[in-house]
């Protein structure tokens, strides 16, 4: 069972601009290649998605997952009938949401979206983090982190550069022993 972080961000470490636009991430891929996305969803039982990047999602010409996504949102009652058996809304504490999605099944959760990763970070319930750099400095927009009342420690385990361009690095919480 883990939660994992797989996510780009601007060098100066935001998510998306202020108004939430992604156009930065759009950059050269002469290889068609994915970076490793499909490798990574592999392993990946369901997602776990707030309702802001739920609602960016619903943007996109289509919908991107093979896998279930669970809706984090305590005010989102229903969801949009495009997305019926994809995706469903998951509410109350993170801590209960984790272990009733762990008991139907789902042992590995893809955690996306910055306030959905920061509350989980705050409950120490990040595994691993994958984050892609993009070689752009937005100056403002949304963060990954935000502010946190303690440290938390992960170590490194690989660095991947794609295309001269963007850097992947990946990290595993580092726990006491």
């Not at 998605?49 to 005010?75: A, Q």
């Not at 139907?104 to 959905?116: E, F, M, R, S």
């Amino acid at each position: 069972m883990a939660n994992y972080v797989y996510i780009a961000t601007s060098l100066d470490g935001f998510i998306a601009t202020e108004n939430g636009g992604l156009d930065w991430l759009e950059v050269p891929n002469p290889d068609k290649s994915d970076y490793g996305y499909a490798d990574f969803i592999k392993g990946i039982d369901a997602l776990v998605m707030g309702r802001n990047t739920f609602e960016k999602v619903l943007t996109f010409d289509e919908w991107s997952y093979n896998k279930p996504v669970f809706v984090l949102s305590n005010t989102l009652t229903k969801l949009p009938e495009s997305v019926a058996g994809k995706a469903e809304i998951v509410k109350g504490d993170i801590a209960s949401v984790i272990h009733k999605l762990n008991q139907q099944g789902y042992k590995n959760l893809y955690i996306d979206g910055g306030k959905v990763i920061q509350s989980f970070l705050r409950e120490d319930l990040i595994d691993e983090i994958i984050i892609t750099r993009v070689p752009v400095l937005l100056g403002k927009g949304i963060p990954l982190f935000g502010e946190s009342e303690h440290s938390i420690m992960f170590k490194h385990t690989k660095t991947e550069v794609f295309n001269n361009m963007l850097v992947k690095s990946y990290y595993v919480r580092k726990r006491e022993s």
